[in-house]
């Protein structure tokens, strides 16, 4: 058969350009493995879950594929007169308890660490607006707003005229960007000031509702230096798209720096 022209070969050659692609590159189905100590041990119990899911499929379908062969009307032309085996139930029901009460330590241990926000060095209130962030560094006299980047801004207005391919991280920028310290166990308190949202950075493995007239607690312990990023995770309103989240992890020395800078037009101001 020739499959240099027809059908099949069209189909052969879609499918070496889709896999030839760049684009193929970003593809990724699993969750992130993250930059923070929680957002590892998140993603070492996710795995754990699959696996055990994985091999309880398959054992399933096993064991369903081969009574369907084996047992089928053919070859078995009288079917058994019992209706029920005392023993069958409680395996069935004994060890799907047990492998759920086995996730369910590992999972409980991760929960417990996930919430503990002792011994935190720094903490900063996330206030979530309509369409924006504000961040307030307690104890260190610095707060500013992070709202969409200007070039993301202008690119998704009907009729703009630029092309949204040529924006550098298009939706997913700000003019002010979080900034923390690496391996510095950041505490952070979250709410909202009109409806509700939700604070998530996919590489910190944290995902927080902000709620106006409550305060919720999370922490995240960067590992790693860089630009991290994340959305708005509650569908908050009309631009609710438009709520990216930018946190850069710096070095210590850095974030001194960084912190001086911030000070100084207050007290330029000041003065």
């Known amino acids: 058969m020739n499959i240099k022209s027809g059908p099949v070969a069209a189909a052969l050659a879609v499918l070496a350009v889709l896999f030839a692609s760049p684009v193929w590159a970003d593809f990724e189905v699993n969750m992130p493995r993250g930059v923070t100590t929680i957002s590892r041990e998140v993603y070492g119990l996710h795995m754990l879950i699959l696996w055990v899911c994985v091999v309880i499929g398959i054992a399933v379908y096993t064991a369903m594929i081969v009574a369907m062969i084996r047992y089928r009307k053919s070859r078995n032309p009288t079917p ?15 060890i799907p308890a047990v492998i759920l009460v086995l996730m ?39 707060s500013f707003f992070s709202a969409l980047a200007r070039e993301s801004n202008a690119a998704r207005r009907r009729g703009s005229g630029i092309d949204p391919y040529g924006v550098d991280h298009y939706l997913l920028d700000v003019d002010n960007p979080l900034v923390v310290p690496v391996d510095t166990k950041v505490r952070l308190l979250i709410t909202a000031a009109d409806v509700v949202h939700a604070w998530w950075v996919p590489d910190f493995a944290v995902k927080k509702d902000a709620i106006p007239g409550f305060v919720n607690e999370s922490w995240f312990q960067a590992t790693e230096e860089g630009t991290f990023r994340g959305q708005c995770a509650e569908l908050c309103g009309m631009d609710h798209g438009y709520m990216p989240i930018v946190v850069q992890v710096v070095s210590k020395e850095k974030f001194d720096e960084w912190l001086s800078e911030q000070a100084r037009p207050a007290l330029s101001q000041a003065d």
């Open 80 to 94: 058994a007169k019992f209706s029920h085996n005392t023993t069958a139930e409680v395996l069935w029901t004994a």
């Open 104 to 142: 369910a330590i590992p999972a409980a241990e991760s929960l417990v660490r996930i919430e503990d926000t002792r011994d935190s060095e720094l903490t900063i209130k996330i206030t979530g607006y309509q369409w924006r962030w504000h961040y307030d560094y307690i104890d260190e006299d610095v």
